[in-house]
């Protein structure tokens, strides 16, 4: 008796591990740098099928940057999001779609009230499949006659260093300091200029 029992634990270990493995890769993740990172987090995780989204920095060359470091200039980071998402409920497109209007791709190396190419947008594409997706978008979006220049750099992801804690959350964490940055940057204002009733 004692062995089947054993047989049947071994049985539902093995079971509940490989259930876990494959709810662990029905989840993907998509490199995005769209000015603030506490505000591109936060338009992110609003959306259906993002499980997750975290800050921090990417494209520069210094291994481990701080918060310090990277909003001086001269690291070569972006300040950026990676957004862990559930495939089936949210395609790659989509979150492109999405990306695009809740920035302003009319601007080099800045953001909102942010300046300088820590500020940059940009999608770091992680594979051929992410990088043909997102030059279709950006195709689509010249061939639309909306915007004269796009700025936004479409390029292969490197290192992302995740930002410290206190950035993950800003805007759950600090709603009213979040908030006022939010709108004295003018950031919504000036999506709703460039994009209209689209985003």
Partial sequence: MSARLNLLLAVCVLSFATVARAADTATANALFAGGCFWCIEADFEKLDGVIDVESGYIGGKLANPTYQQVSRGGTGHAEAVRVRYDPRKVSYEKL?????????????????????????????????????????????????????????????????????????????????????????????????AVWGGAH
């Fill in 96 to 192: 492109l779609d999405y990306f695009w209007r809740h920035i302003d791709p009319t601007v080099k190396d800045r953001q909102f009230c942010d300046v300088g190419s820590q500020y940059r947008s940009a999608i770091f594409y992680q594979n051929a499949a992410e990088e043909k997706a997102a030059r279709a978008s950006l195709q689509a979006l010249q061939q639309s006659g909306r915007f004269e220049h796009i700025y936004t750099e479409i390029v292969p992801a490197t290192t992302f260093y995740l930002a410290e804690e206190y950035h993950q959350d800003y805007y759950k964490k600090n709603p009213v300091r979040y908030g006022y940055y939010r709108y004295s940057c003018g950031r919504d204002a000036r999506v709703e």
